[in-house]
């Protein structure tokens, strides 16, 4: 049974950084994909940034390019997502996630496993 572990989110000001980290369980392949998406009050689930496990290609959400980065460290099975310029509209519980299919994908559905979910916090 894959496990999605993530750790990091918290409160912040605006202008500020966080940290989220996610390390999965179980072997990774190159053509596996970690994804984070995020979720606010009220709101369906949104994509965030994805990569692509072998090769590390990035993909991310026209919302967060520019100020997001996604990477993953492959000794450790994890993978990291760095928020910067973070604005009040950034505010939701942050999952992390593993397709395991060819194609890197922007849909909840092109994910299989997710993990618990952690909370960002981005004060005005």
């Known amino acids: 049974q894959v496990q999605l572990v993530e750790s990091g989110g918290g409160l912040v000001q605006a202008g500020g950084s966080l940290s989220l980290s996610c390390a999965a369980s179980?072997?990774?392949?190159?053509?596996?994909?970690m994804g984070w998406f995020r979720q606010a009050p009220g709101k369906e689930r949104e994509f965030v940034a994805a990569?692509?496990?072998?090769?590390?290609?990035?993909y991310y959400a026209n919302s967060v390019k520019g100020r997001f980065t996604i990477s993953r460290d492959s000794a450790k099975n994890t993978v990291y997502l760095q928020m910067n310029s973070l604005n009040p509209e950034d505010t939701a519980v942050y999952y992390c996630?593993?397709?395991?299919?060819?194609?890197?994908?922007?849909?909840?559905?092109?994910?299989?496993?997710w993990g618990q979910g952690t909370q960002v916090t981005v004060s005005s």
């Open positions: 179980g072997p990774m392949y190159n053509w596996y994909s």
């Open positions: 996630a593993q397709g395991t299919g060819l194609r890197v994908g922007s849909s909840v559905r092109d994910y299989a496993y």
């Open positions: 990569i692509k496990w072998g090769g590390g290609t990035t």
